[in-house]
């Protein structure tokens, strides 16, 4: 992650429901500001902020005894709209962010920026994440096909409306699925084969340890890597720690 940046001040009583929305805040340098978590979130500098549940299932009421002047949500885990709900019932200020490619990445950065007042310190994250993106791309003859598997049982991978999608084309790569519609997909494994994978990625969304060996015990004859979920699973800073285990992962393929 970038170097963390003096927030301004008056600091204002956040609060953030899910990891992605944690890194942000920690890449402008606000982890300081945050009052309430969830129990996901692992972004550096949040030991004095309150505990209030996993992100699918948030203490309503532990999250309004902290007085969040404004609550971060996400709708990129899938049944936080459930949450944000009530949340809102609750009568507290929220923002819901829901990115799905990486410029919709980057816009929310900049929004987090601009309603926390480091607009600056935003514009210079997204800088710095692009430039670094741009350094890790590697022109291919043929772009290797790539499947990232957020979970096994059932096999569920990344669509095309994917921030994955995009990620992959910056790096000279594509996601196998590109052609699938969806955010993500259950597939078999006779549809995972007929994807063509030159690359399968583990990156187990909530998985305490990631278990490689199952993918390849599949009998695939594909390279498997595994990535952690902070570096693929989560819309913010913290996806060019995935770029650089995915470019360094391609540059091994033994592709003609």
């Given at each position: 992650m970038l170097p963390l940046a003096s927030p301004p001040t008056p600091p204002l009583r956040l609060a953030s429901l899910v990891a992605s929305n944690s890194d942000i805040l920690a890449a402008l340098g606000l982890s300081g500001w945050v009052v309430a978590v969830d129990h996901h979130s692992d972004a550096p500098g949040l030991e004095g902020a309150r505990r209030v549940g996993l992100d699918l299932d948030i203490d309503v009421q532990a999250l309004a005894q902290t007085r969040p002047e404004l609550v971060l949500a996400s709708l990129s885990v899938p049944g936080q709209d459930r949450v944000v709900a009530a949340v809102q019932a609750a009568g507290?200020?929220?923002?819901?962010?829901?990115?799905?490619?990486?410029?919709?990445?980057?816009?929310?950065?900049?929004?987090?920026?601009?309603?926390?007042?480091?607009?600056e310190r935003a514009e210079q994250v997204v800088e710095e994440f692009g430039r670094e993106l741009r350094s890790l791309r590697t022109d291919f003859s043929h772009p290797p096909r790539v499947l990232v598997e957020w979970w096994p049982r059932p096999i569920i991978a990344a669509a095309r409306e994917s921030w994955v999608t995009d990620?992959?084309?910056?790096?000279?790569a594509k996601n196998a699925l590109a052609e699938r519609a969806g955010r993500?997909?259950?597939?078999?494994?006779?549809?995972?084969?007929?994807?063509?994978?030159?690359l399968i990625?583990?990156?187990?969304?909530?998985?305490?340890?990631?278990?490689?060996?199952?993918?390849?015990?599949?009998g695939l004859g594909?390279?498997?890597?595994?990535?952690?979920?902070?570096?693929?699973?989560?819309?913010?800073?913290r996806l060019i720690e995935g770029a650089r285990q995915l470019a360094a992962a391609l540059k091994t393929l033994p592709l003609t």
């Amino acid at each position: 992650m970038l170097p963390l940046a003096s927030p301004p001040t008056p600091p204002l009583r956040l609060a953030s429901l899910v990891a992605s929305n944690s890194d942000i805040l920690a890449a402008l340098g606000l982890s300081g500001w945050v009052v309430a978590v969830d129990h996901h979130s692992d972004a550096p500098g949040l030991e004095g902020a309150r505990r209030v549940g996993l992100d699918l299932d948030i203490d309503v009421q532990a999250l309004a005894q902290t007085r969040p002047e404004l609550v971060l949500a996400s709708l990129s885990v899938p049944g936080q709209d459930r949450v944000v709900a009530a949340v809102q019932a609750a009568g507290l200020p929220t923002l819901v962010l829901d990115p799905v490619t990486l410029p919709e990445m980057f816009a929310d950065i900049r929004r987090v920026g601009e309603v926390t007042g480091t607009a600056e310190r935003a514009e210079q994250v997204v800088e710095e994440f692009g430039r670094e993106l741009r350094s890790l791309r590697t022109d291919f003859s043929h772009p290797p096909r790539v499947l990232v598997e957020w979970w096994p049982r059932p096999i569920i991978a990344a669509a095309r409306e994917s921030w994955v999608t995009d990620l992959l084309a910056a790096l000279g790569a594509k996601n196998a699925l590109a052609e699938r519609a969806g955010r993500s997909t259950p597939l078999t494994l006779d549809e995972v084969r007929a994807t063509r994978p030159d690359l399968i990625v583990c990156s187990w969304c909530g998985a305490k340890r990631l278990r490689p060996e199952v993918i390849e015990a599949r009998g695939l004859g594909v390279p498997v890597v595994a990535i952690h979920e902070s570096g693929l699973g989560r819309p913010g800073p913290r996806l060019i720690e995935g770029a650089r285990q995915l470019a360094a992962a391609l540059k091994t393929l033994p592709l003609t």
